[in-house]
C-alpha cells in the first residue's frame, strides 16, 4: 500500500461526500475551462484580425470613390512627402487600369458602367484599356444587379434596376490591372509569386506583367506566355497567388508602364503607406493627412471597421479571461475548504500516523494526493461540461458584446472592406467576423486548462497540508 | 535499558497549573514486561506520551539505550517513535479503511522497507497474534475489538521497538479477551526480548507483570517485586 494507493482509498471514504465535492469542482473546473476556450478563440480571432488590418494606410485622390469622382490626380512627388512622414516605412505608388474585355467593350456604350471598384481602398481614377483576356470570375446576381442599377456603392446596398435588368447582357466582374511602384498588391501586402519571376525593377517601363492564378487558369496562360493590353503585347513573367478569387482576377504591371499606358507620366491613383508598427498607425494617419493635404488626398485606413470588431473582441476577451481566474479561483477555494475540512476531521488519524512515526511531508503528500484525486475527477467530468458548453458560452458572451460594434460597422466608406478587391459580394461587416469565432473545445487548451486547475489545486490543497504538520502526535490520545 | 530522570509535566488549565507527572524517575531493564497502575486522571497516559516522545516534558530526560531524548530535534523524535517505539492504545487507533494487513506495514512503509519484505513481515507478525489467516486482508473496522487489539499490537511491533508502550490495551475488551491480550503482550516480551510498559487500572491484570508501579500525585512508586508470570506458563 502505497502513499498514492491510500490517497486514493481515502479520497473514495465517503462515497456520497465524494460525489458531491467532485460535482461541485467539475462545474467550477468546467466553467474555468469554457472560459479558457473562449478566451483562447478569442485571442486566436484577434490576432487574425489584427494582421489583417495591418499598418497599411492608402491615400487617394480626395473625394475619388473607386474609380469615379476626384480632384487632382496624386503624383509620384507625392510619395516623397508620404515618406517623411514619422513612422511611415514605405510608400508605393500605385497606378491602375481599367481593364475591358474585348466583349465587353464591343457591347458598352459607355465603357464605365462595368466598372465595380472595391469601395474605400480600391484603386482610384482609372483610365479605360482594352484587353485580349477573359475575366475569371462572373459576376453573379448582385454583379449583374449594380451593373443594371450603375450603383458604385458598397455591393451591398444596390438597387434593383426596374427595367433592363433582364435584359442585361451576361456581365464578368472586371479584370483589375494595377501598375504597382513595387512588389506588392493594392493592399501593401508582398505578392506570393507561385511560379515565374517578379518584374524586377517595378520603376521602369517594361511590358512583363504578373497575372493572378484564376486569371491565368481562364486564359490558359503560364510563364512567358502573352496577352495584349491596349495593343502591346505583355509577356507573363510570373503567376501570383493572392489567397482569394477576387485578387486572383488581376494583372500587374510595373507602376510606369502602366502610367504610359493610360499616357499620364507621374500619375498615381493611389499610394500604399506602410506604418512602422499598429499603435503608430492612427497618429501617421493624421500626420500623412496634414503632410499630403486635406484637399488633395484622401487617407483611409481600409479596414478601420476591423478595429471595432477587435476592441468588442478584446473585452470578451478580458471578460472571459476574468470569469477563467474567477472560475479558476472558485475552484482552488473549494479545494482548500474541503481539505480543510478532511483535516480536522482526521486530526486523531494524523495524530495516529505521527505516534506510529510518519513523517509531516509524507502525511502533506498524502493530503495534497488526495485533493488531486479528487481535482482529477472533477477534471473529467469538467472537461466534458466545457466540450458540451464553451461553444455556447462563446458566442453568448460575444453577441452581448458586439451588438454595439454590429451597428457601428456601416462607415462613410461602406460597408465591405475587402479593400479593392472590386464587388467582392457583400460581407456583413465586423458583426459577421465576431460570429465567426468559434469556440471550439481544443485539446491542448482543455490540456492546459486542467494543467493550470491542477496548479490551483495543489496550492489550495498545501495550506492545509501544511496545517497537518502543525497536529501533534499526542492528539491520538484525544479522548482517552 | 530506559531511565526516566525525574520528568515534570505540568499544564495549566485557567490560572490553576496541575502537575499528573511531578517528578518521576525509574529505570526499566530490557526485556521487562512492566505495568503502572493509578486512578483515572492520575497521569498515566501522560507520563506514557512522554516516554513515547508524544509529548515534551516540562523538565527531565528520558535516556533510552544512552540517548537523551531531550536534546532531540522533531525530526530525530519522529525517527524514535518510528523505530524505537510500539504504541498500543485503549481504542486500538487502527486507521479505519485499511486492511490489517495494510496497517501493520504502514510503520515498515514509514521506515522504507521494501514492499515485499513488509508484507511478509506482517502476515508474520499477525500470525504471531493469532490473528486469523483469512481476516489479515479484512478492513479493520469489519473486525472485533480483541481482533483489532491483536492488528494493534502487530503493528507496534512493526519495526523491532525497544519499548511498547501499552495505554490500557484492554480497556475497552471484555475480561476474557483482555486476558488473552496481557498473556500475548507478556510472552512477546519474553520471546522478542523487548520492554514492555503497561499502563491499566485493572489490579489482575498488573498482578501477572514483572514490575508493578503506581502513580499518585505526580509520583510514582512501585510495589514489592515478585517472579515473574509467564503466559500460560
Ligand atoms: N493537554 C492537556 N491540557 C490540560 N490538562 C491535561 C492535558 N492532558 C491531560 N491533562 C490533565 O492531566 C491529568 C492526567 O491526565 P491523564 O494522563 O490522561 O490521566 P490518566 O491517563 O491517568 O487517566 C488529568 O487531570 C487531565 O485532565
Ligand atoms: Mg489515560
Do not use: C, W
Not at chain 2, 115 to 134: F, G, H, I, M
Amino acid at each position: 500500500m502505497s502513499v498514492l494507493a491510500r490517497s486514493v482509498g481515502n479520497a473514495f471514504r465517503n462515497k456520497i461526500r465524494t460525489a458531491a465535492v467532485v460535482a461541485v469542482l467539475a462545474v467550477a473546473i468546467g466553467l474555468a475551462l469554457a472560459m479558457l476556450v473562449a478566451n483562447q478563440a478569442v485571442v486566436g480571432k484577434v490576432q487574425e484580425l489584427n494582421a489583417s488590418v495591418g499598418t497599411v494606410l492608402t491615400v487617394n485622390p480626395a473625394g475619388a470613390q473607386g474609380f469615379d469622382g476626384g480632384g487632382e490626380p496624386l503624383t509620384t512627388a507625392q510619395t516623397a512627402t508620404a515618406a517623411a512622414v514619422p513612422n511611415v516605412v514605405s510608400v508605393v505608388g500605385m497606378k491602375a487600369l481599367r481593364l475591358q474585355t474585348e466583349t465587353a467593350a464591343s457591347s458598352s456604350t459607355t465603357g464605365t458602367t462595368t466598372q465595380q471598384a472595391g469601395p474605400g481602398g480600391g484603386p482610384g481614377g482609372g483610365t479605360s484599356v482594352v484587353t485580349n483576356l477573359q475575366a475569371a470570375i462572373d459576376a453573379g446576381t448582385l454583379g449583374n444587379r449594380n451593373n443594371t442599377s450603375g450603383s458604385t456603392g458598397t455591393g451591398s446596398t444596390g438597387t434593383t434596376g426596374t427595367g433592363n435588368a433582364g435584359t442585361a447582357p451576361a456581365f464578368s466582374l472586371p479584370i483589375t490591372a494595377t501598375g504597382i511602384g513595387a512588389e506588392v498588391d493594392t493592399a501593401g501586402k508582398a505578392l506570393n509569386i507561385t511560379s515565374g519571376t517578379g518584374l524586377g525593377d517595378y520603376t521602369v517601363a517594361s511590358t512583363k506583367a504578373l497575372i493572378g492564378t484564376t486569371l491565368a487558369e481562364k486564359n490558359s496562360l503560364k510563364a512567358g506566355s502573352t496577352f495584349t493590353i491596349a495593343g502591346t503585347t505583355f509577356t507573363v513573367a510570373g503567376i501570383f497567388d493572392a489567397g482569394t478569387t477576387f485578387g486572383n482576377n488581376a494583372v500587374y504591371t510595373t507602376l510606369a508602364e502602366a502610367q504610359a499606358l493610360a499616357a499620364t507620366p507621374g500619375e498615381l491613383s493611389s499610394m500604399v503607406v506602410t506604418v512602422n508598427s499598429m499603435e503608430n498607425v492612427d497618429a501617421a494617419k493624421t500626420a500623412l493627412q496634414a503632410a499630403l493635404g486635406s484637399g488633395k488626398a484622401d487617407v483611409t485606413q481600409g479596414q478601420r471597421n476591423l478595429q471595432t470588431a477587435v476592441s468588442s473582441l478584446d473585452s470578451v476577451k478580458n471578460i472571459s479571461l476574468v470569469a477563467f481566474i474567477a472560475a479558476l479561483g472558485t475552484a482552488g477555494l473549494i479545494i482548500l475548504l474541503i481539505m480543510v475540512m478532511l483535516v480536522r476531521e482526521r486530526r486523531r488519524e494524523i495524530g495516529v500516523l505521527k505516534a506510529i512515526g510518519a513523517r509531516n511531508r509524507t502525511i502533506g503528500v498524502q493530503f495534497v494526493l488526495e485533493a488531486l484525486v479528487l481535482v482529477a475527477l472533477g477534471s473529467v467530468v469538467g472537461a466534458a461540461i466545457a466540450s458540451f458548453a464553451s461553444g455556447g458560452i462563446a458566442s453568448a458572451l460575444i453577441s452581448s458584446n458586439s451588438t454595439t460594434a454590429a451597428t457601428n460597422q456601416r462607415g462613410p466608406g461602406g460597408g465591405g472592406f475587402g479593400g479593392g478587391l472590386g464587388g467582392g459580394g457583400p460581407f456583413g461587416g465586423a458583426s459577421q467576423l465576431l460570429t465567426s469565432v468559434t469556440a471550439s473545445a481544443s485539446p491542448g487548451v482543455i490540456a492546459a486548462g486542467v494543467v493550470a486547475v491542477f496548479g490551483v489545486a495543489v496550492v489550495g490543497a498545501l495550506v492545509p497540508a501544511l496545517l497537518t504538520a502543525r497536529i501533534r502526535p499526542i492528539e491520538v490520545l484525544r479522548g482517552e | 535499558m530506559i531511565e526516566v530522570k525525574d520528568l515534570v509535566r505540568q499544564f495549566k488549565s485557567g490560572d490553576r497549573t496541575i502537575k499528573p507527572v511531578n517528578g518521576v524517575s525509574f529505570e526499566l531493564e530490557k526485556g521487562t514486561l512492566a505495568s503502572i497502575v493509578g486512578k483515572s486522571g492520575s497521569g498515566k497516559s501522560t507520563l506514557l506520551s512522554l516516554l513515547g516522545a508524544l509529548d515534551k516534558p516540562t523538565s527531565g530526560d528520558v535516556v533510552v539505550d544512552g540517548v537523551s531524548l531531550a536534546g532531540l530535534p522533531a525530526s530525530k523524535l519522529t525517527e524514535y517513535r518510528r523505530r524505537d517505539i510500539g504504541f498500543v492504545f485503549q481504542q486500538f487507533n487502527l486507521i479505519p479503511n485499511l486492511s490489517a494487513v495494510d496497517n501493520v506495514m504502514l510503520p515498515m512503509e514509514f521506515a522504507g522497507m521494501r514492499k515485499a519484505a513488509r508484507l511478509e513481515r506482517a502476515r508474520s507478525l499477525l500470525e504471531q497474534v493469532q490473528l486469523d489467516p483469512e481476516k489479515q486482508s479484512r478492513r479493520v473496522n469489519k473486525l472485533s475489538g480483541g481482533e483489532q487489539q491483536r492488528v494493534a499490537i502487530a503493528r507496534a511491533l512493526a519495526n523491532e521497538p525497544k519499548l511498547i508502550l501499552a495505554d490500557e490495551p484492554t480497556g475497552n475488551l471484555d475480561e476474557q479477551t483482555g486476558e488473552h491480550i496481557i498473556e500475548l503482550l507478556s510472552s512477546l516480551s519474553r520471546d522478542h526480548n523487548t520492554t514492555i510498559l503497561v499502563v491499566t487500572h485493572d489490579r489482575s491484570l498488573a498482578q501477572k507483570t514483572e514490575r508493578r508501579f503506581r502513580l499518585q500525585q505526580g509520583k510514582l512508586s512501585e510495589e514489592t517485586v515478585r517472579p515473574r508470570v509467564g503466559a500460560g506458563a
